[in-house]
């Protein structure tokens, strides 16, 4: 079981940086794979960056490429999404999510697919 919590969001001028980290307060990272998702208003959730369990396959949705980040930090129980040249359009609130796989070489890009959801943290991006 585990209880996911995710901190640093706030309010950036577009172009700015954010690092959004997620943890758990309960039971260890380790053995699931990672995604980060975000929901603007009015829009459905959607699909941000991934990571496998292991650290070294990663994923990402076109929107962000070349702009985020994704990265964990299992002896710290902690993922990561840096978000740099953050635009208007990245507006939201960000959810960190966990899936429990045995699987090592693959993320998980479903949403459908996570076992357990954190709160969420607002990012909310100014002209």
């Known amino acids: 079981q585990l209880h996911l919590v995710e901190s640093g969001g706030g309010l950036v001028q577009s172009g700015g940086s954010l690092r959004l980290s997620c943890t758990t307060s309960k039971g260890t990272l380790e053995y699931y794979n990672i995604g980060w998702f975000r929901q603007a208003p009015g829009k459905e959730r959607e699909g941000v960056a991934f990571?496998?369990?292991?650290?070294?396959?990663?994923d990402y949705a076109d929107a962000v490429k070349g702009r985020f980040t994704i990265s964990r930090d299992n002896a710290k129980n902690s993922a990561y999404l840096k978000m740099n040249n953050l635009q208007i359009e990245d507006t939201g609130v960000y959810y960190c999510a966990a899936d429990l796989t045995i699987l090592t070489e693959s993320t998980t890009t479903e949403a459908a697919a996570y076992d357990f959801w954190g709160q969420g943290t607002q990012v909310t991006v100014s002209s």
């Open positions: 990571i496998n369990n292991g650290g070294g396959k990663t």
